[in-house]
C-alpha cells in the first residue's frame, strides 16, 4: 500500500472541521487573531461587504436576490444589519467626517451691522490713543451708534419658533415646560417635561448675556440643536419605515407582494441613500485637499442618481411598465415627502428634548 496522502496544514482537525470545513472555533483566542477575523470577514476581497456594495448599486438587485435565493444570507449582508451598519457610519461621519453643523464659520462683518460698528469702534479708537487724542466725545457717540445697530439687528433678528405661543428667539420659552408636551405614557411625558426645561433654562442663561457674546450663544445653541437633528435621522427614517411599506403596499396591491417585501426594498433604497451620502461626504474632504474637485456639480449629479436608481428599484421590483410605474413612483414620492417630513419633524423635536434631558 502506498503512503498515505495528508491533508494540507491549513485542512489539519485542530484548525478546521473535518466533516464542514469549517474552522472550528475556539473560545481561549489571542488579540491577534480577533483582529485577524475582524480584517477577514469586513475588509478581505470575498468580504460580504464588497458584494453586499455591488449588489445593492444595482436597483432592486439586492432586494429580488432576497426572495429568490435561500442562501442570501451567506453571501451578503441582511437587509436589516446593513441598515443598522450605514446608520452607524452615517452617524460616525457627522461627528467626524465634515458633516458638522457647530463647525460652521460665518462672516460676522458682512452679518451683522453691529459688529462692523464695533470693529470700526475699536479701529477709531486705537488710532486716537496712538495721537493722544481726547477721544471721550467721539467714543460716546460710536457707543450710541452702537446701541442703535444693536437695536436694528434685533429687531431683524426676531424670529418665531412653533409660533408665539410657545418659542421665540428674542425672549426665549413663552409657555411653562411642563406645557409643552402632553403625551402617553407619563414616564415619556415627564422625561419630556425635564428636557424641555433644561432647554429652556440654557436658552433663558443666553439672553442674560451680553451683546455680542448673547448672538455668538444664540447661533452655537442653535447649531448644537440641528446637529443633534442631523444625527437622529437615520433612526428617524427607520421607524418610518413599517409606515411608508404600507403605503407602498397600496400603490402596488395588484403584485400580490407580500408586506415584508415592501420593507426590504424600502429598507435597501434608503441603505443606498446613505451610501450616496457617505459619498458624498467623502468627495466634500476631498475639495478641502484638492479645489478643482469643486466645480464638479457633485449634489445635483448624485440627486439626479438617487431618483432614476429609486424609479428603476421599483420598476424591476414589481416589474410594471414605465409609465404604470411612474405615476405611481410620482404620487408616492409626494406622500413619501409628506410623511417623512412629519415623522421626521415629530423624532427630531422629541429627540433634542430627550438629548437634553
Known amino acids: 500500500m502506498g503512503k498515505a496522502i495528508q491533508p494540507p496544514e491549513r485542512f489539519t ?9 469549517n474552522k472550528n472555533f475556539r473560545p481561549n483566542r489571542s488579540l ?8 477577514e470577514d469586513w475588509l478581505g476581497y470575498d468580504s460580504k461587504i464588497y458584494k453586499t456594495a455591488a449588489k445593492l448599486a444595482k436597483p432592486a438587485a439586492l432586494s429580488l436576490d432576497y426572495f429568490s435565493n435561500s442562501h442570501h444570507k451567506n453571501h451578503f449582508i441582511t437587509p436589516i444589519r446593513l441598515y443598522l451598519l450605514l446608520s452607524i457610519i452615517f452617524f460616525l461621519m457627522t461627528n467626524f467626517g465634515g458633516l458638522s453643523l457647530t463647525e460652521i464659520e460665518f462672516n460676522d462683518t458682512q452679518s451683522n451691522p453691529s459688529n462692523q460698528v464695533v470693529e470700526q469702534d475699536n479701529n477709531s479708537f486705537s488710532e486716537d490713543f496712538a495721537k493722544g487724542w481726547n477721544y471721550k466725545d467721539e467714543k460716546e457717540a460710536a457707543n450710541q451708534t452702537l446701541e442703535a445697530a444693536q437695536q436694528e439687528s434685533d429687531m431683524q433678528g426676531n424670529v418665531s419658533i412653533s409660533g408665539d405661543a410657545q418659542f421665540n428667539t428674542k425672549k426665549g420659552c413663552l409657555k411653562q415646560p411642563e406645557d409643552l408636551f402632553n403625551v402617553w405614557p407619563k414616564w415619556l411625558d415627564k422625561k419630556l417635561d425635564n428636557g424641555s426645561k433644561e432647554l429652556c433654562d440654557s436658552y433663558a442663561a443666553i439672553l442674560r448675556l451680553e451683546e455680542p ?15 443633534k437633528a442631523i444625527e437622529m435621522v437615520p433612526q428617524v ?12 403596499g397600496l400603490f402596488y396591491f395588484l403584485s400580490k407582494r407580500l408586506y415584508v417585501e415592501h420593507l ?9 441613500i446613505f451610501g450616496v451620502v457617505l459619498l458624498y461626504l467623502g468627495w466634500y474632504q476631498l475639495t478641502a485637499l484638492w479645489t478643482p474637485l469643486g466645480s464638479i456639480w457633485m449634489e445635483e449629479l448624485l440627486s439626479i442618481g438617487v431618483l432614476v436608481y429609486l ?3 421599483q420598476k424591476w421590483f414589481y416589474k410594471r411598465g414605465w409609465w404604470a410605474t411612474l405615476w405611481r413612483f410620482l404620487v408616492f414620492g409626494f406622500l413619501y415627502f409628506i410623511l417623512i417630513s412629519i415623522i421626521t419633524t415629530i423624532g427630531i423635536m422629541f429627540g433634542v428634548v430627550l438629548a437634553a434631558n
Open 13 to 21: 482537525a485542530d484548525k478546521y472541521c473535518g466533516q464542514c470545513g
Open 32 to 39: 491577534k487573531e480577533l483582529f485577524s477575523e475582524f480584517v
Open 213 to 227: 457674546e448673547r448672538q455668538l450663544a444664540k447661533r452655537n445653541w442653535g447649531l448644537s440643536l440641528g446637529q
Open 237 to 248: 427614517f427607520f421607524l418610518s419605515l413599517p409606515i411608508l411599506a404600507l403605503v407602498l
Open 264 to 272: 426590504v426594498l424600502l429598507m435597501h433604497s434608503h441603505s443606498f
Open 311 to 313: 424609479y428603476l428599484s
